[in-house]
């Protein structure tokens, strides 16, 4: 563990305790900040404070940095489909069944794993168990990832993120009719006090909006729809349209009980457009829903003569 010490000067007070710091020194970036604000590491005159707190004049700061953990990451040849590369961004279209990043139980096989088979240069703001990770999908949900090659990449691309501007839709199967065509979820997500391995919408959860659109219907059984989220929360899909009563098919976490047995949920991220971080171009990338998908789809449009 390593220690550092700060005090905030009368210039940079009233700014965000992330912005400030990462303006004082060059070792920790925004993104590193909030990092350690959130894992406990950053204190605020011997206190522990939010991503949103302003610094004052004064203010001592107290970063206790974790020492790097000595772990490697096995590089493995996983056939990963790139949609998209250039020096600074990639693209990658995630199989349903693999993990994002290297996790207790999931030491090889993850997409990190496969990132780091295909090129060496990937950010390091995330760590050395998550080089280049942007933003994450579940292990059974499919579809597009961008991911950074760079700091400066990684920078953007979460800004964006945190600005809402970054295009992501998905495909969902749920069950149930749902009658309107378009709808809007805006329901706070945290963990669900009643079994901390899920999340639900709960009073004190993080903002958390989800727009939906039907794009087919199945009899009064099944609806698949367009999700796009304006906010990026954990399982925050699966979350939201189960909680507005359209579980999807084949979740063994938030599902009902009966229901198909499909090795996880059936959903798909379609469509990822961002800007990108150096040319300022928006780029937009779309992958078909995966061959199993679109075989259940024609299973069921058959079953109900759609």
């Excluded at 992330?18 to 993104?31: E, F, G, N, P």
């Excluded at 590369?85 to 990658?92: A, K, Q, S, T």
Aim: hydrophobic share 35%; charged share 25%.
């Amino acid at each position: 563990m390593t220690t550092e010490n700060f005090k905030v000067t009368t210039e940079i007070a009233g700014e965000r305790i992330d912005k400030a710091l990462a303006a004082m020194q060059d070792t920790w970036s925004r993104t590193q900040v909030k990092g350690l604000i959130e894992d406990g590491h950053l204190l605020v005159n011997g206190e522990t404070v939010k991503v949103k707190y302003k610094v004052q004049d004064g203010d001592r700061i107290e970063v206790n940095a974790p020492d790097p953990e000595p772990l490697e990451i096995l590089a493995e040849d996983l056939n990963l489909e790139i949609v998209y590369e250039d020096e600074d961004v990639l693209v990658v279209n995630k199989p349903k069944g693999m993990v994002v990043h290297p996790a207790p139980g999931h030491a090889s096989g993850t997409l990190v794993n496969g990132l780091m088979h295909h090129c060496t240069d990937l950010s390091g703001i995330n760590g050395i168990m998550r080089p280049g990770i942007v933003h994450r999908i579940d292990k059974d949900t499919s579809g597009l990832l961008m991911v950074a090659k760079n700091d400066l990449a990684h920078e953007g691309l979460v800004q964006q993120l945190v600005d809402k501007t970054v295009t992501r839709r998905y495909t969902a199967l749920v069950h149930g009719h749902i009658p309107h065509d378009k709808g809007t979820i805006d329901a706070p997500i945290g963990r669900d006090q009643k079994d901390r391995q899920k999340m639900g919408v709960v009073d004190n959860g993080k903002h958390a909006v989800t727009h939906f659109q039907v794009i087919g219907r199945f009899g009064t059984d099944y609806t698949l729809v367009q999700c796009r989220l304006e906010t990026g929360r954990t399982h925050q899909i699966r979350v939201h349209m189960n909680y507005i009563g359209y579980p999807l098919v084949g979740d063994p976490k938030y599902g009902p009980k009966k229901t198909m047995d499909i090795g996880g949920q059936a959903l798909h991220a379609g469509i990822l457009g961002f800007e990108h971080p150096r040319t300022k171009q928006y780029l937009e990338f779309s992958a078909p829903i995966p061959a199993e998908f679109e075989a259940l789809l024609a299973r069921l449009s058959s079953e109900y003569e759609v």
